[in-house]
């Protein structure tokens, strides 16, 4: 018989995971629940998070309460029957009472070797950090954010050229292969969870807009990494003439510039910024209201390319 399988999830990230399970015929997934639709961009245009279209795209029921801390929800999840729950990214911390609902609990897709990088910005935090590797970790859910006993975890090797964005893909890609086994052989006893080391924890936040922004009094190689780290969202910002710039993309330079930290040059056509500890070359670059673009032709069009600099922060400036 198969295993009947209840999915949350919401992002794009969830998606390989919700395929996999779907086209496994060891699985039955009797429905997925995603978040509510919900008003983005300029136009504040109803969008679906992209479980949801995927899940119709399969043909799989899908329910989107706005929370799961109601009697009525409670009571829609026990009338399932499922066996087990599978979480990726759903967007809502469970209860105890949804938690103790299936027979062989809840299992949780999280990007990055637990316990190291609990939260919600674990991808980043690899980046940021200069780690060499990171993975996945299918953890059974416990009421603690991130911290159930790990089933399952499979690491994935860093070369210093990943994007927020490609690393995403990546393990999203990973969980898929992953996760169908691994439900099997959890709900079979064929694998025992071994808990965590808290001692080892290391906890992440939510990002913000803000958080993009740079400090050029940093180290190019700080720099460097968030400009990957936070592409395509936050993304990477600084400010010229009170405008934002967003460093779409950006690798270390040798030279070292005798100019403030923030200057903007020209060398040969590679257009160069002085940071606190060597510089950085910028290749694309987004100026505000406009699109994307190299950043060569973006610093020609500065006035006749003048000589610039970027603003410190805005916390710094007060």
């Avoid at 292969?177 to 071994?194: E, F």
Wanted: aromatic share 6%.
């Amino acid at each position: 018989m198969a295993l009947r399988i209840i999915f949350f999830g919401s992002p794009q990230f969830a998606v390989p995971s919700l395929s996999a399970l779907a086209h496994d015929a060891r699985c039955s997934l009797d429905l997925v629940v995603t978040q509510p639709d919900r008003r983005a961009g300029r136009g504040r245009t109803l969008v679906s998070p992209a479980v949801k279209i995927a899940a119709e795209s399969l043909d799989i029921p899908v329910w989107q309460p706005e929370t799961l801390r109601s009697d009525e929800a409670h009571e829609r999840l026990v009338s399932t029957g499922a066996d087990l729950f599978v979480v990726v990214a759903y967007g809502e911390l469970f209860q105890r009472d949804v938690l103790s609902i299936p027979e062989h609990g809840c299992l949780n897709v999280h990007p990055s070797l637990l316990p190291r990088y609990r939260g919600s910005a674990p991808i980043q935090a690899a980046i940021l950090n200069g780690d060499a590797e990171t993975g996945v970790s299918i953890i059974k859910m416990v009421r603690r954010l991130d911290a159930g006993p790990i089933v399952a975890q499979e690491s994935v090797a860093l070369d210093g050229s990943e994007t927020g964005g490609s690393l995403s893909d990546t393990l999203a890609s990973l969980a898929g292969q992953m996760l169908p086994d691994v439900a099997l052989d959890w709900s079979t006893g064929q694998i025992a969870a071994r808990a965590q080391d808290d001692q080892r924890a290391t906890m992440t936040r939510e990002l913000t807009k803000a958080d993009g922004e740079i400090d050029w009094n940093s180290d190019a190689h700080i720099i460097e990494r968030q400009v990957r780290a936070f592409q395509p969202w936050p993304a990477a910002w600084t400010t010229l003439d009170d405008k934002r710039v967003v460093i779409e993309r950006a690798m270390l330079d040798p030279h070292s510039l005798e100019q403030p930290e923030g200057s903007v040059v020209s060398k040969h056509r590679d257009v160069l910024v002085a940071c606190g500890t060597g510089s950085l070359k910028l290749i694309e670059v987004r100026p505000e209201g406009k699109r994307a673009m190299p950043a060569d032709a973006w610093f020609r069009g500065l006035h006749g390319a003048r000589p610039a600099r970027f603003e410190a922060p805005q916390a710094s400036r007060g």
